[in-house]
């Protein structure tokens, strides 16, 4: 399957920093990538659709200015956490659509830890 | 609303058995239906897909039974083996580049 290049894997922070996860799709362009949250032994939960050249649509309830999208080329979307604080530790996920297809492929996550 | 209802929870089965994963679906403009397997620490990983116009789909020992007027859908894996050991989501989507919605993910364990 296509590959979906995420990184760091993990990010150890001090509380007030920025932290920037990049997500690149390496094999394939990607118009459209998805961002998303997952807490321990949860289910994954959808925080942002990025598109390329355009500005990220947020869900309900995430915060734009805290968690910034950047989506400026076809294969490379960032995720920027704004002003960490220990209650957004957490696993985040980026996933890529392949062409105009239906297969979504992840990225293999990024544990960050605001101490 | 929790738009795709996964079940069971949790799942212990030994070795060779067939663990059912099944998950229930309420919007029916979805027309695009995959798994996913998740080790700790790592993303997601595709495991098979269906979409609605078919009933079943078999991919190694994985298989998907769909049942479109009941709106629910089941993976079923043969000959399990403790690697299968992880958490599976099901998952679904409407056409076009819309986000997954994810159920809420089953703990395989599988016993020697």
């Known amino acids: 399957g296509a590959v979906v290049s995420q990184h760091p894997s993990w990010v150890i922070c001090k509380s007030g920093t920025s932290v920037k996860i990049e997500c690149r799709s390496l094999d394939f362009q990607a118009t459209t990538m998805f961002w998303y949250r997952q807490f321990p032994k949860q289910s994954l939960m959808l925080m942002a659709t990025s598109n390329e050249g355009s500005k990220a649509t947020y869900e309900q309830g995430v915060e734009k200015d805290k968690f910034l999208i950047n989506h400026a080329s076809l294969t490379l979307s960032t995720l920027t956490v704004t002003s960490a604080h220990p209650e957004d530790s957490s696993f985040y996920i980026c996933?890529?659509?392949?062409?105009?297809?239906?297969?979504?492929?992840f990225g293999s996550g990024t544990q960050l830890s605001v101490l | 609303q929790q738009q795709v209802k996964q079940s069971p929870q949790s799942l212990i089965v030994q070795k060779g058995g067939i663990p059912i994963i099944n998950c229930a679906y309420e919007n029916t403009a979805f027309d695009y239906f995959p798994w996913y397997q998740q080790f700790p620490g790592k993303g997601p990983a595709l495991l098979i897909a269906i979409r609605p116009d078919v009933s079943e789909k078999k991919e190694g020992r994985f298989t998907i039974s769909f049942n479109k007027s009941a709106k629910q859908f089941s993976l079923h894996i043969m000959d399990s083996q403790p690697g299968d050991s992880a958490t599976y989501f099901c998952a679904a989507r409407h056409s076009g580049n819309t986000p997954l919605v994810f159920g809420k993910g089953t703990r395989l364990s599988v016993i020697a």
């Open positions: 996933s890529a659509v392949q062409g105009v297809g239906e297969k979504l492929f």
